[in-house]
C-alpha cells in the first residue's frame, strides 16, 4: 500500500484535468500590437533587427490593421517616423504625419479596433531625446505643452488612447488637461509610468531611428536597480489621472509587474519591448529554441505576474498560434 496521500500529480494527468486546474490564461483578447508607420505609399519593409515586423506606409498599415482585428486582437499602438526633425520635435503634433493620417485611416476602416498612440518627441527631434533641450539637459516643464500638443493632435486623429513614453514629470496631468480643454474627456491615458532606461529598446531606435544623438536617457527614464521608486511614478501617474499603468519592459521586470498589480486598481499593461523580441527570433532563427513554446510561456509569464494587457510584436504570430 502507498504511503504518499497527496500526490500532485492527479491534477497533471491529461490535458483535460490541466485545464480544468490551470490558473493563468493567456487570450488574443490581452494583445496591443505595435506598428511602425512610415512617409510613402505601398510601402512594406522588413525591420532588420525585428524580423517579422515592417515598416508600413499609411495604406499598408491599414492592411496590416485589418489583418489584425480579423485576428481578434483589440488593440494597435502606432509609433511614427516624420517626414522632418527639428529641435522641438514639431512634426510630431503636424496632422499630416504619417502617425496622424494612420491613425484616422484605420479609424475610419476599422472602426472597432483600439487604437494606442503613443507619445514622445525622440523620433521627433533632430537631437533624439525625448524632450527640447535646454543647454544639454532635457527640459522638463518646457516639454510639456509640446506633449500636450501631440496627445491633443493624436486624439484629434481618431486615438482611443494616449501613451506617453517619454518620462516628463507632470506629463500625465499636463495632457489630461489639454485633452480635457478640448472636450476629449472619453480618450483615455495609459501612462508609461515604470519604464526603465534600458538596454532592451535597442532595436526599437534602430527601428524608429530614435536614438540619442548625445548622452542616454538616464535622466528622466527608471534606474533598473529600483523597485520603490516604481510604486513612486504610479502613485503620482494615478494621482494625475492616468486611466491605465504600464510597466516596461517586461520580461526582467516580472517582479515589479506583481508589485504594481497588488498594489493598485487600475489596469496594468507591460509592454513586451523589441530587444525582449529580437533575442527570441535570433535564437528562432539559429535553431536553438522552438519560438511557439517560448513566445507562449514567456507571454503566459506576462500574465501570471498580473499583467491585464500585454504590448507585444508577438501578437499576431501569438493570435494564430492560440487558435491551433
Ligand atoms: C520612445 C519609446 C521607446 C520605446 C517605446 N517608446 C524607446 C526609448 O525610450 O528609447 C521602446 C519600445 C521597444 O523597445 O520595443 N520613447
Ligand atoms: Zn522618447
Same mark, same amino acid.
Given at each position: ?151 491633443? %493632435?493624436?486624439?484629434? =486623429? /481618431? *486615438? $482611443? !488612447? @494616449? ?5 516628463? &514629470? ?130 503566459? %509569464?506576462?500574465?501570471? =505576474? /498580473? *499583467? $491585464? !494587457? @500585454? ?5 499576431? &504570430? ?7
Amino acid at each position: 500500500m502507498s504511503t504518499l496521500k497527496i500526490r500532485p500529480r492527479r491534477l497533471r494527468r491529461t490535458e483535460n484535468i490541466r485545464a480544468m486546474v490551470r490558473e493563468t490564461c493567456l487570450s488574443v483578447k490581452d494583445f496591443v500590437y505595435p506598428i511602425f508607420v512610415v512617409p510613402g505609399e505601398n510601402v512594406r519593409e522588413e525591420i532588420p533587427s525585428m524580423p517579422g515586423c515592417y515598416h508600413l506606409s499609411v495604406d499598408r498599415a491599414v492592411e496590416t490593421a485589418k489583418e489584425i482585428a480579423a485576428l481578434g486582437i483589440p488593440s494597435v499602438e502606432v509609433f511614427g517616423l516624420p517626414e522632418y526633425k527639428d529641435e522641438i520635435g514639431s512634426s510630431a503634433w503636424d496632422m499630416k504625419s504619417p502617425v496622424q493620417r494612420a491613425i484616422a485611416a484605420i479609424k475610419k476602416a476599422v472602426p472597432e479596433l483600439v487604437i494606442v498612440g503613443d507619445v514622445c518627441l525622440c523620433q521627433y527631434t533632430s537631437h533624439g531625446h525625448c524632450g527640447r533641450l535646454c543647454e544639454h539637459e532635457v527640459d522638463n516643464d518646457g516639454t510639456l505643452p509640446l506633449l500636450q500638443n501631440v496627445a491633443v %493632435s493624436q486624439a484629434l =486623429a /481618431g *486615438a $482611443d !488612447i @494616449i501613451a506617453p513614453s517619454d518620462m516628463m &514629470d507632470g506629463r500625465v496631468a499636463a495632457i489630461r488637461d489639454a485633452l480635457d480643454s478640448k472636450g476629449l474627456t472619453s480618450v483615455s491615458i495609459m501612462s508609461y509610468a515604470v519604464k526603465y532606461a534600458s538596454g532592451y529598446y535597442g532595436p526599437f531606435r534602430d527601428a524608429a531611428d530614435s536614438a540619442p544623438q548625445f548622452g542616454d536617457r538616464r535622466g528622466y527614464q527608471m534606474d533598473p536597480a529600483n523597485v520603490r521608486e516604481a510604486m513612486k511614478e504610479v502613485s503620482l501617474d494615478l494621482a494625475e489621472g492616468a486611466d491605465i499603468i504600464m510597466v516596461k519592459p517586461a520580461l526582467a521586470y516580472l517582479d515589479v509587474v506583481r508589485l504594481v498589480r497588488d498594489n493598485i486598481a487600475q489596469p496594468v499593461a507591460v509592454y513586451n519591448v523589441s530587444g525582449e523580441y529580437a533575442m527570441v527570433k535570433a535564437a528562432a532563427q539559429n535553431g536553438w529554441i522552438d519560438e511557439k513554446r517560448i513566445v507562449l510561456e514567456t507571454l503566459t %509569464s506576462m500574465k501570471r =505576474a /498580473g *499583467a $491585464d !494587457i @500585454i504590448i507585444t510584436y508577438h501578437a499576431i &504570430d501569438a493570435a494564430k498560434w492560440l487558435k491551433e
